[in-house]
Each structure stands twice: as C-alpha cells, then as structure tokens.
C-alpha cells in the first residue's frame, strides 16, 4: 500500500503566493513522475505540472513563469511553489505520484487540498 498526502492549501488573495507539500509514504521502491493536478469546479481536471525523478519539469502554459515545482527525493516529496495567484487558480488541487513497489507500479492520487483566491 503506499499513500500521497497533500498539505498547504488555503486561502490566499490575487497576486499572493501559498506553496503545497505532498509526501508518499508506505511499501515505496521508487517514485517515477510527481506531480500536480487541479480542478476547479464545473470543470475537468488538469495537469498543472510535473517532474520526474531526474527532476525534468513541464508546465501547464497558465503556470508558467508563476509556480514552481520541486522535489525531495530522499523524503518523497514534491512541492508546488505558486507566485502571483490568479483568480482562475481557484481549484481543488491533487497531487500525483507513480510509484513501484517490490512487485507493481501504482498510480497513487493525494485526497486534494482547495486552493482558493478571493479577494
């Protein structure tokens, strides 16, 4: 069994910055690509960004040049640094990672953490 769990969501106001924290704990071997989702409501889920275990990133195009996503690989953690939050950032943000265990590789999803700009 191996688990993600996010943290660091809030309530922030435009032009203001929060950073999101997620950890993968449980039966790890190694994690492949981490990551960050997010869905606002009444629409689909998107990738906001990702990065793999050589620390390669790639961007959804309305983050780029704003968040910032890093990674711990020693503590299974990956971080999303957001700067000048938008109004369209508002969303229940997930965080992703693909981990193998001894015998299987897992796509493992956080419970997600709501994100919320609001003036």
């Known amino acids: 069994q191996v688990h993600v769990v996010e943290s660091g969501g809030g309530l922030v106001q435009p032009g203001g910055s929060l950073r999101l924290s997620c950890a993968a704990s449980?039966?790890?071997?190694?994690?492949?690509?981490m990551g960050w989702y997010r869905q606002a409501p009444g629409k689909q889920r998107e990738l906001v960004a990702t990065i793999t275990s050589v620390l390669s990133e790639n961007y959804a195009d309305s983050v780029k040049g704003r968040f910032t996503i890093s990674r711990d690989n020693a503590k299974n953690t990956v971080y999303l640094q957001m700067n000048s939050l938008k109004f369209e950032d508002t969303a229940v943000y997930y965080c992703?990672?693909?981990?193998?265990?001894?015998?299987?590789?897992?796509?493992?999803w956080g419970q997600g953490t709501q994100v919320t700009v609001s003036s």
């Open positions: 992703y990672a693909s981990i193998w265990t001894d015998t299987d590789l897992l796509d493992a």
């Open positions: 449980g039966s790890i071997f190694s994690i492949n690509t």
